[in-house]
Each structure stands twice: as structure tokens, then as C-alpha cells.
């Protein structure tokens, strides 16, 4: 991979300036790092907030795929961020990937990724948004939150996690375009988040209980709804018992 970074100040959105580039022609491997976003967002459209002092940056991807089968991208991204804050201060060993797209540090959440796909083939392309919080927590209802500073490391900057993640996501993605996600699953559920728990799964308006059994090679979902009955999902909100959806939680 060759990486192309482009860095600005103040920003609506590291994503969408990577869309806007996509547009104009860039080819994979663009990287948008910004010093902070007005406009950010989660999943399904929520805020995300991003202060200045916090990590925020975009990245352009055509892996010449279909949409669809480029979903796992969000795992993979999910253990790259893990593989980064190895470097770090943090206790690595603690860190928990939660599906599809949160990094948690126990309970509280450190960072997220955010995958959005436009087209088909080679025409086609992958945004990956990832934000770690670094030296703010921001607050928000529902979700604890916390950061590097918040957990010790006053010395890993926003340049040095910039330098550890396109590296680690670099080796992470010639695997996936060699193997898929089949032969990472392994790691991302051994730091899964809560595996074998009760947890009730949002997709809408609606909403699923049942038990997180496991994640598929293709990065799919699988709830055990009843004893003896399991179902394949590949988009929604897990939610458990000890927290509530936050749509404005930093990371």
C-alpha cells in the first residue's frame, strides 16, 4: 500500500472530503487525517464527536469487490486499530472489539470504525472512517467513555497513532484481499466483546433478543434467538444489558 496524507485543520468530515477526492479520480491508498470535525458521524448517521487533541482520519480503499463482500473491512479495521495501541501505553491486553465497530477498553469505549461503500468492481469504493480518542473523552449519555491520556499514555501523539495504523492496517488488508476475513476471525474473537452473552440486536425500528454466539468467516452476526435456533445477521446494533445505545460517544 501506498499512502497518500492529506492533512487539514478544522474539517466537517474526514469522510467526506476522502468521497469528494474518490470522485475527482484518487485511487486507494488516500489517507485524509484532520485536526478536528464539525460534522463527524457514526453508524446510522449519528454525530460523532471529534475535538481537536483526538485522532480522526479517513481512508480511500477500491478493493474491487462487491459492496457487500467488503463488509468484514470493518473487523479487519477493528484489529488493526487493536494492533496500533499495542504501541501505545495502553494495557493492549484489555482492549475488546465489539460488532461491528467499537474498540473498548472494558467497558468504556476508546475508538470506532466507520466503513461506507459507493459502487461496484472497479468502479467501485471503500471509505474507512476511524476515530481513537487520544487526549479528550468526550461525554455523551449511555456509554462511558475514555482515552489514551485518561488511561496514562501522555506521550503517544496523534502523528505516531497515524504512523502504527496505516502500517498495521496495511498488512491487515493484503491479507484480507489474499484470504478474506477467514483467516482473521480467530483474533478478532479472541478480543471479542461479550461473546456468549444475552444482548439485544437494533436493525431500524426493530429490535432481536438472543445470545451473541459468533462472527462468520464472512464477518456476519449469529444470534441464538432460542434453544436450538440461530440466525445470520450482517447489519444492526448490539446492545447489552450494562449499556445503552450513545449516538454521540466520541471514537
Known sequence: MRWRI????????????????AAEGAEEGLEVLATEQTAGRG???????????????????RPEVATAGAASLSLVAGLAVRDALAGTRIPVDRLRLKWPNDI???????????????????????????????????????????SLRALGDDVTTVERL???????????????????????????????????????????????????????A????????????RRRFMAGELVFASETSNPTAGG
Open 6 to 21: 492529506e492533512r487539514v485543520g478544522r474539517i466537517a468530515s474526514t469522510s467526506d472530503l476522502v468521497w469528494q477526492r
Open 43 to 61: 453508524r446510522h448517521g449519528r454525530r460523532w464527536l471529534s475535538p481537536a487533541g483526538n485522532f480522526h482520519a479517513s481512508w480511500l480503499l
Open 104 to 146: 473498548l477498553l472494558g467497558e468504556a469505549k476508546l475508538g470506532g470504525v466507520l466503513l461506507e461503500g459507493r459502487g461496484e468492481g472497479a468502479g467501485g469504493a471503500i471509505v474507512v472512517g476511524v476515530g481513537i480518542n487520544v487526549a479528550v473523552a468526550p461525554e455523551g449519555a449511555g456509554r462511558r467513555t475514555t
Open 162 to 216: 497515524l504512523e502504527l495504523l496505516l502500517d498495521s492496517f496495511a498488512r491487515r488488508y493484503a491479507r484480507w484481499r489474499k484470504g478474506g476475513f477467514a483467516g482473521q476471525r480467530a483474533e478478532w474473537m479472541g478480543a471479542a466483546y461479550r461473546i456468549g452473552d444475552m444482548t439485544s440486536l437494533r436493525i431500524g425500528e426493530g429490535r432481536l433478543e438472543g445470545r451473541f454466539v459468533d462472527v462468520d
Open 218 to 229: 464472512d464477518g456476519a452476526l449469529w444470534l441464538e434467538l432460542a434453544p436450538g435456533r
